[in-house]
């Protein structure tokens, strides 16, 4: 295992982790209590590489300001968690549905873009490399 200091407050692991012939592999008992795995975790793939994380059942992102506008609204009782419970459970694909469209926007964005600092300097032409 290498421990590599990045800052005072964090550091960071590398460990090197067999993957059986089934594609399985075995998460250190270290990080698996550390991050609070349970039974499933999520698989996040970007930029080559995975990245592992505990599914976190916290669906509270905006628990709050939906409660204070349903309320506002005059829902109360059982009528206030019936219909807080229904937008709850929009949240998440409303945030998945933003996040893949900002990186389409980011991707197409880094196709596409060209670079006019040079315009905004006052040369003339694109200067060359």
């Given at each position: 295992?290498?421990?590599?200091?990045?800052?005072?407050?964090?550091?960071?692991?590398?460990?090197?982790?067999?993957?059986?012939?089934?594609?399985?592999?075995?998460?250190?008992?270290?990080?698996?209590?550390?991050?609070?795995?349970?039974?499933?975790?999520?698989?996040?793939?970007?930029?080559?590489?995975?990245?592992?994380?505990?599914?976190?059942?916290?669906?509270?992102?905006?628990?709050?300001?939906?409660?204070?506008?349903?309320?506002?609204?005059?829902?109360?009782?059982?009528?206030?968690?019936?219909?807080?419970?229904?937008?709850?459970?929009?949240?998440?694909?409303?945030?998945?549905?933003?996040?893949?469209?900002?990186d389409a926007i980011a991707k197409k964005s880094s196709v596409d873009y060209t670079d006019h600092t040079y315009e905004i300097f006052g040369v003339a032409e694109e200067p060359e490399?």
């Amino acid at each position: 295992m290498h421990v590599i200091e990045t800052t005072k407050h964090s550091h960071l692991e590398k460990r090197r982790i067999k993957i059986s012939s089934k594609r399985q592999i075995t998460i250190p008992i270290k990080y698996f209590e550390t991050l609070g795995f349970e039974n499933e975790l999520e698989c996040i793939y970007s930029d080559d590489m995975l990245i592992l994380t505990p599914i976190r059942n916290d669906n509270s992102a905006f628990a709050e300001e939906i409660l204070e506008d349903l309320i506002k609204q005059g829902y109360s009782g059982e009528d206030l968690l019936i219909e807080f419970k229904k937008i709850n459970r929009k949240v998440r694909p409303a945030v998945e549905k933003l996040i893949n469209e900002a990186d389409a926007i980011a991707k197409k964005s880094s196709v596409d873009y060209t670079d006019h600092t040079y315009e905004i300097f006052g040369v003339a032409e694109e200067p060359e490399d």
